[in-house]
Each structure stands twice: as C-alpha cells, then as structure tokens.
C-alpha cells in the first residue's frame, strides 16, 4: 500500500436479506484508492459494481442491505464501524457521490439552486445566505454551466440532461470531496455530451486532486478516462491492475470476453464479433468453484472444485483465474 | 442493381402543439424532409444524439404514425396513405425490434402464446403447425423449445431481446427496423445480438435499418448510414466512406466523441459544445450554425441542402461543399 492512498477496501462482504434467505453480493472484494487518481470499476449489470458504491457510501438499503464482514478504510478510520452520525457528516463532506440519472437523483420541486443551499446549511453552517447564493453560483460557473447566475433559479426539468449531470457534479463537488464516487455517470447521456462531462470531471479532478471512483459498464470510458481498473464478476473482484496493462494484456477470460465483444471502430464491418456465451448467474444459484466457469472456454476439472482466489502475477496485476498462474 | 426494397421521399412528420385560440399552431419538426433508400439485404444505419428525430422517422415509416408529408414506397408501392385496415397485410412484411424487450413483451402471456399471435391474427396453419413453428422459431434466434412455457420475465435481458427478435422474424418479414434494439443489453450480451442479427439478415437476406446513438455498434452493422441531426439527415453516404472521410462537422464530432477502447488513444479530441436545440424553434440557417467551430455567416442565414460530394456521399454543409468545388 502507497502513502498515497485514501481509501482502501479489505475483504468487503455485503449481504442483501431477501424472502429466500441471504443472499452475498459482495463476496470479499479489495482495492485502494489513490489521491488524485481514477479507479474503474467495470462488470456487467449484476456484477455487484452499484453495491461496493453504496457500501462505501454507506448507502445500503436498510435493513436489507448489511456489511457482513471486511474493512473500508479512509483515512485511518474504518467507515464499516462509524456511527451513523458520523458517517453522516464524511459523506457529502470527504466522499460524494453522483448517480447515472440526474432526473432522479435532483428533487424535481426545488430549484437548482435551493439543493445547492442544501449541501452548504448541512456541510457550511458558517456561511451567510448570501455567501451561500454567491457559492452556489460560482459552483455552477465551475462546472461549465452558463448564465449561472439565472439557471440557480430553474428546476431540473428546464434543463437538459448534459446539465442536469453539471448540476449533479457541482452538488457533489461543493463541499469539495476528497473522493467522488461515479456510478455510471454517463450512460445516460448522448456520446458528445458524455464527452463532454467525463472532460468535466477531468478538469476538475485536476483542479482538487481528488480520487474518483468511476463505476461503469463501458470499456470504452475506462479507456479513456481511468487509471487504474478493477473488473468485478459476480461479486467478486476477477481481475485488478491498471488501464495500460489491462487492455494491452488483459488475463482473466472474462475481460477477454469483454474486450473482444466490443464493436472496433477499426474492426471488420459484419464480421462476427466475440461473444461470452450465456448471461450472469443468478447470486442464488452460482456455480461451485469458479463463477464464471459455465461461460467460460478454458474451463476445466479444478475449476468446479475450488474458487480460484486473486492473487498477483506481477507488479499491479493480480487476477482470479486457475489457468493464469499455470501459465507463469 | 437490385431494386430498393424501401424508399423514401422528402418524408415530414411534423408533431402540432396546441397554440391558444388566435396564436398559430407551432410543430416540432421532427422529421424534415428526409430521403433515402434500402435494399433487400442491406442494413441503413440512422445515428445522431437523442431528439434528432430516428424514433420518429421509424415509426413514421411503419405508419405507427401518419405521416405529414412526403412518400413512403415499400416494394414500388405507395403506402404513404394506405389505412389501417391496409397496413394489416403489409405488416407481415415490416417489422420493428424495440430497445426494451420487457415492455413490448406482454408479461401475462407465455413466450409461446406471444410468438403465435403473429400466425393466428394472419390465419396462418393449425394450432398444431403454429406451435411447431413457435419451437423452430425459438431454435433459430438460439433459446431452447422449452422457452415457449415460460414467462417473459423469466428470461434475462438479452434472451428477452431474442424472443422480441424472434417475434419479428415469425411471418419471414423483408424489413425490419431495429430501434435501439442493442441499447440496454450488457456488451457481452449486446455482441451475441448483433451477431443474431447480422446472421438472421444472410439468411433471410432481410433489409434492416438500425437505428442507434452508438456509432461504433451503427458502424459495425450498416452498410450504409445517415446522420440526422434535428430532424434532417446531414450527412448519409455507404460505412467505409462515412468514417474514412467524415464532411459534415457533426458527423467528425460524432466519430470524435466516441470512447475508443485503448487507454493509449486518450485525449486530444475536439469536443462538442452545447447541447442539441430545441426541435421545436430550430435555428435559422443551418441548425447546427449554433454548435459547429467552423460556422460562417452564410451559415447562419441560409440552410445548406443535402448534395452530393461524390458518388454515394452526400452531406449538407455550406463548408464541406465549398470544400469538395475547389
């Protein structure tokens, strides 16, 4: 673990209670955040990426939702033990976070700026109403929203959805977080918005030197704006290293099969594109041994019998895969 | 030259707004004045971000809307104003593959009674021919016989998105319009489909016009492809051309915005500013004047028209076409 590193999962287990007994979501997954960095989480739906979101942010359905075991550590303190007063006050204030639907996630009968006042009385008690107004409005002009000044006074559904996200990043960003949680931010959007807002979330990542943690189904969004990458398969973490070494040598088969389903621009037009047959198991009836050994196309008799654990294959590169460590 | 299996002609579909008692009725132009042309076989790619019209245009095609103005001539046929009661027929022959498979799919019905609908309101076979039908149709877009007891939402996402598939192939259609048919499924899924499709369209030598925003999964399926932009189409011309030499500014921004998968291509990208008007009061000139980084005065007083730069090309752009003249 570098000095740098701001948050660090350790073993994290969620489970979810459900009228057919507990299911475990999270099946002990790791990672560290580093200050200043962007760390990719990526998985099909189902894969558990939402769920390490809202345990982190402490966000679990109650009382449905629990972590069952395992660390979050910011900053020397363990988020899974903090008091709910606690934890109150570190969200929004050291960690926030912005959802994949702004339309959802802004309150529709209050203005803009009214949810920006909100952040402020909660996190800046020391501001004035006027301080708060003016704040509320250099925040706005931060993220690139134009005529500030007016749009403080609109709703959410006068704007557009590209907006709606600048306002989304601008609440989360007001008490100026050192980490900000993204969960699909922008899938939602057309591609030249969400170019756009990831350009966004660069500059300001730039300008603060938080960590982002970007949660996305896209490979194509890691790619581009990611440093490291954690890839996630059916609550556990399968594959774990950073962006140049995973698309250039990726080792799990899983994220083989997802790199190779992704259309090229540079590809064949109509040639067949690979595939990773089958969809994600059902957390109920997940298969012994390795979870993705039913769609996977090196598996063999190990596989059924024991869960393959992650572990390093090399300097930042560890993966959960029997067939990998054969090969070294 | 095979014969267009589909051709369209200066096609309108305006929506009407309700003005007060004296102020003018206002429209949304959602479709302006669109042309082109499919041949069996052959897959048209639509593209452009949300509120460019190509939902519109998809449904105004299958008459789910009526048009405003403008032909539609399926087969060398003018259906632009056949009925309801006319449409019945031809609706064996044009079919429509929906982005979510969960709401177009009724989930009180078996996935079997779902996939006879098509042969009983036709009056097609016995019940005993349908259900064998049904099955054959199941082993073709990949589920299982079985399937055919089950419930919609017994299925994932992208087996939902076969049995949609299968529903559309069911009465051996020529056409089918595909809209955002890819859009919601998982990539891994998402590729099994579009294989599906590309297959299905061999062997069926079915004509496909697939609409998307993804310009990569547009790309991989098309033959040819046009770009609308608030209602009109900006820039149409075969694939290979489109994305070797893109005219149109929107059509380079649209190319450059996408996320390309290799960490070692990052940055360095014209980006787009602002956001797409509003379809109801579009701009005067050309409706991109407001966004494009290389706009003229000419452009914002006149509209460019839809011309031909070179054979199979075609782009409306004051810029692109002086460009091609010198």
Known sequence: MNNDCILSVKELETTFTTDDGDIRVLDGISFDITKGKTVGIVGESGCGKSVTAASIMGLLPHPYGKITSGEINYKGTDLVKMLPEELYRTRGNEISMIFQDPMTALNPVHTVGKQLYEVFELHRPDLSTSEQKLAAIEMLKRVGIPAAEERINVYPHELSGGMRQRVMIAIALACEPEILIADEPTTALDVTVQAQILDLMANMQAQSNMAIILITHDMGVVAEVCDEVVVMYAGHVVEKTDVFTLFASPKHPYTQGLLQAIPRIDGIPKSTLGTIPGSVPNLREMPSGCRFRNRCQYQTEQCAKDAPQLASISENHAVSCFLVREEI | MTKAILEVINLKQYYPLR????????????????????????????????????????????????????????????????????????????????????????????????????????????????????????????????????????????????????????????????????????????????????????????????????????????????????????????????????????????????????????????????????????????????????????????????????????????????????
């Open chain 2, 19 to 326: 003005g007060g008692l004296f102020s003018k009725t206002k429209y949304v132009y959602a479709v302006d004045d669109v042309s082109f042309s499919v041949k069996a076989g052959e897959t048209l790619g639509l593209v452009g971000e949300s509120g460019c019209g190509k939902s519109s245009l998809g449904r105004s095609l299958l008459k789910l809307l009526e048009p405003t103005s403008g032909q539609i001539i399926y087969n060398g046929q003018d259906i632009t104003h056949f009925t309801p009661k006319q449409m019945v027929s031809l609706r064996k022959e044009m079919q429509i593959i929906f982005q979510d498979p969960m709401e177009s799919l009724n989930s009180r019905h078996t996935v079997g009674s779902i996939l006879e609908e098509p042969f009983e309101i036709h009056k097609i076979g016995t019940k005993k021919e349908r259900q064998q039908k049904v099955r054959n149709l199941l082993i073709k877009v990949g589920l299982s016989a079985s399937a055919a007891e089950r419930y919609p939402h017994e299925f994932s996402g992208g087996q939902r998105q076969r049995i949609g598939i299968a529903r559309a192939i069911a009465l051996n259609p020529k056409l089918i319009i595909c809209d955002e048919a890819v859009s919601a499924l998982d990539v891994s899924v998402q590729s099994q489909i579009i294989n599906l499709l590309i297959e299905l369209q061999k062997t069926m030598n079915l004509a496909l016009i697939f609409i998307a925003h993804d310009l990569s999964v547009v790309r991989h399926i098309s033959d040819n492809i046009a770009v609308m932009y608030l209602g009109k189409v900006v820039e149409m011309s075969d694939t290979q051309s489109l994305f070797a030499n893109p005219q149109h500014p929107y059509t380079r921004a649209l190319i450059a915005a996408i996320p390309l998968p290799d960490p070692r291509l990052r940055g360095k990208r014209k980006l787009l500013k602002g956001d797409v008007p509003s379809p109801m009061s579009p701009p005067d000139g050309c409706h991109f004047a407001s966004r494009c980084y290389l706009s003229t005065l000419k452009c914002t007083v006149s509209y460019p028209d839809l011309k031909m730069s070179s054979a199979n090309h075609s782009v409306a752009c004051h810029l692109a076409m002086e460009e091609a003249s010198t």
